[in-house]
């Protein structure tokens, strides 16, 4: 089976990388967090000392990278990895960053004779787990057919979204609706949890109601309200407040780009800020935004 060499092996990226090696794939992986590294090893894949070795011999190379930055700086300069790869080399990007810097990695990547997607997910850690992600693409229709298959590998559904760059639009456009309903949520949970209804009680009957979404329905911001989510576990794990934080001001950025009108995802962003503002709360699941509607001693926490 075809070698792919994966970088970035987080919360995320940890379990994709596994779900390509259960599909039969050499899988070389490399991360900075040697935890990290050392579980992709138990997964089955080769850890490596460097970017240069994971991609040695490597005919597909897939990043899920926390920043538009840290994509940059993976692979263009001349220390850059798009400079050591061989010609056709398929390179998918997973990480969410701005359109225009995927447009830019998408396009030095053609000059060198590669094939480059942008291939952001959606479906939180669970999915990551399941190997039921969606991908938003965006690429030439030919280069996403080419990569297919290890996609599927990591999940169900696959979307062409346009050009080099429209999978990104499409996913901080998802992020954005993401974060109102998932403030709404917490919002309307807490309110009924003040007014004395238990909150899993409360869950189900929204759910089967005219107030289902996502956050809701499978992955409860309330603790007690779901299990096998953040909330039943401290809020550990999971899509972080920091990361939500640097969708929502992607999203923000394309906004101002386009002149749309975003009034409930500002709102939204300044609710993340103001949750984020702690140090504390920044590695916390982006659900415990319900924090900020709990009441302890004393009045509301913020």
């Known amino acids: 089976m075809e070698k792919i060499a994966f970088f970035g092996l987080g919360n995320m990226g940890?379990?994709?990388?596994?779900?390509?090696?259960?599909?039969?794939?050499?899988?070389?992986?490399?991360?900075?967090?040697s935890t990290a590294l050392e579980q992709a090893r138990r997964d089955g894949c080769t850890p490596c000392d460097s970017s240069v070795q994971a991609v040695d011999g490597a005919g597909i190379?897939?990043?899920?990278?926390?920043?538009?930055?840290?994509?940059?700086?993976?692979?263009l300069g001349e220390e850059g990895l798009l400079q050591?790869?061989?010609?056709n080399t398929l390179v998918i990007d997973c990480s969410t960053i701005s359109a225009e810097d995927a447009r830019l990695v998408a396009e030095a990547a053609r000059e060198r004779g590669l094939?480059?997607?942008?291939?952001?997910?959606?479906?939180g850690t669970a999915a990551a787990q399941a190997g039921s992600m969606?991908?938003?693409?965006?690429?030439?229709?030919?280069?996403?057919?080419?990569?297919?298959?290890?996609?599927?590998?990591?999940?169900?559904?696959?979307?062409?979204?346009?050009?080099?760059?429209?999978?990104?639009?499409?996913?901080i456009c998802n992020n954005l609706l993401l974060a109102i309903h998932m403030t709404g949520t917490a919002e309307a949970l807490q309110l009924g949890v003040d007014k004395g209804?238990?909150?899993?009680?409360?869950?189900?009957?929204?759910?089967?109601?005219?107030?289902?979404?996502?956050?809701l329905a499978n992955y409860n911001p309330y603790p007690g309200a779901m299990e096998n989510v953040p909330a039943a576990n401290g809020y550990a794990g999971g899509f972080s407040v920091a990361l939500m934080l640097k969708d929502l001001g992607?999203?923000?950025?394309?906004?101002?780009?386009?002149?749309?009108?975003?009034?409930?995802g500002a709102l939204a962003k300044n609710l993340y800020q103001l949750h984020g503002a702690s140090a504390e709360n920044q590695p916390l699941d982006f659900s415990s935004i319900q924090n900020m509607f709990r009441r302890p001693a004393g009045g509301l926490s913020w």
């Open 115 to 123: 094939r480059a997607i942008d291939a952001p997910v959606s479906g």
């Open 14 to 33: 940890g379990p994709m990388a596994a779900n390509l090696v259960k599909a039969g794939y050499r899988v070389a992986a490399f991360d900075l967090n």
């Open 250 to 264: 992607l999203a923000m950025d394309a906004a101002a780009t386009s002149a749309s009108s975003t009034p409930m």
């Open 61 to 75: 190379v897939i990043s899920m990278l926390p920043s538009g930055e840290a994509v940059k700086g993976l692979y």
């Open 134 to 171: 969606c991908f938003m693409c965006g690429g030439e229709e030919a280069v996403i057919d080419a990569a297919r298959a290890p996609l599927q590998a990591m999940g169900v559904k696959i979307f062409h979204a346009g050009a080099a760059g429209a999978g990104q639009v499409a996913k």
């Open 197 to 215: 209804l238990d909150p899993k009680v409360l869950s189900e009957i929204m759910t089967a109601s005219s107030g289902n979404n996502w956050s």
């Open 84 to 87: 050591r790869l061989p010609a």
